[in-house]
């Protein structure tokens, strides 16, 4: 590890002030711009300090490590894993590096996160395959919209709260025309798309209805558990037998109004 790398971990671990004064500084003397780090599962990955699950990579080691946790534990040898949303790979990456004859197929569509994804998978060596588009319920041309040092929050379907800083254009396509075109079909999907799960559950009907499909991990609002009868999501799961629907604790300091849950067939 450079020299940098330990002294920006160190100000980021230990929350101390002068952090972005130092990359700035480090920056214009001509350092790399990114954070090369040892994470979780056997994994490096290079990561900006100045982005929101970089920076909690940083200090925590990993971000939602539970949604990896809970992924390894439905996958086998030859298992196929579709990871949509995946912004810089964390997940893909230490899919694939501890089950090396998993496929795994990573969805995003923010280029610039798409970029540092790439970089990701490269510097591990390892063999994913790459899907700079995005899964709604349709085959058509929409609008994407980013946020600035929080490349999480990019989503098809905008919050009014949220102030987005640019948009782009995106073209989408289904679970379903894809695997119809030639995709292997997952056999655990991990789906976290700021707001457009259910759109892209929608597109995934004919994946839905496969016995090989064994878990789906999801994003939604902390009430989900005490709202079942009445979420969208959920009941639309429940027409494909997915009925079992559990809570996953969250591992890191990332607790807000949204939780990660795993659903599983009745």
């Known amino acids: 590890m450079a020299i940098n790398d ?10 101390l002030r002068g952090k972005d004064r130092l990359f700035t500084l480090l920056a214009k ?6 954070i090369l780090l040892k994470a979780k599962y056997g994994i490096q990955l290079q990561l ?16 939602e490590s539970e949604i990896t946790e809970e992924i390894f534990k439905h996958l086998q040898s030859d298992s196929i894993f579709w990871d949509i949303g995946a912004n810089i790979g964390i997940h893909s990456i230490a899919v694939k590096k501890n089950f090396p004859n998993c496929k795994v197929y990573s969805f995003e569509p923010n280029p610039g996160t798409l970029s540092l994804l790439y970089a990701n998978i490269k510097l591990n060596r390892l063999d994913i395959q790459i899907c700079g588009f995005a899964l709604f319920d349709k085959i058509r041309s929409m609008t994407l919209h980013i946020t600035e040092g929080n490349s999480g929050m990019t989503t098809l379907t905008p919050w009014h709260e949220i102030k987005f800083d640019t948009t782009i254009k995106c073209l989408t396509t289904t679970g379903d025309t894809l695997v119809s075109e030639g995709f292997d079909a997952p056999t655990v999907i991990k789906l976290d798309t700021e707001g457009s799960e259910l759109h892209v559950l929608k597109g995934c009907k004919e994946l ?17 558990l005490e709202n079942l009868d009445n979420d969208e999501t959920a009941l639309f799961l429940n027409e494909f037998s997915f009925k079992r629907i559990k809570l996953l604790t969250r591992n890191e300091s990332t607790h807000h109004g949204l939780s990660n849950f795993v659903a599983l067939k009745d």
Do not use: V
Request: net charge positive; no cysteine; aromatic share 14%.
């Open 6 to 15: 330990s002294l920006l971990i160190f100000f980021i671990k230990h929350k």
């Open 29 to 34: 003397l001509g350092f790399r711009k990114l």
């Open 48 to 63: 900006n300090p100045n982005e929101y699950i970089d920076n909690l990579i940083i200090k925590e080691g990993f971000y």
């Open 208 to 224: 839905l209805k496969s016995p090989t499909l064994k878990a789906i991990i999801f994003e939604a609002g902390n009430n989900l």
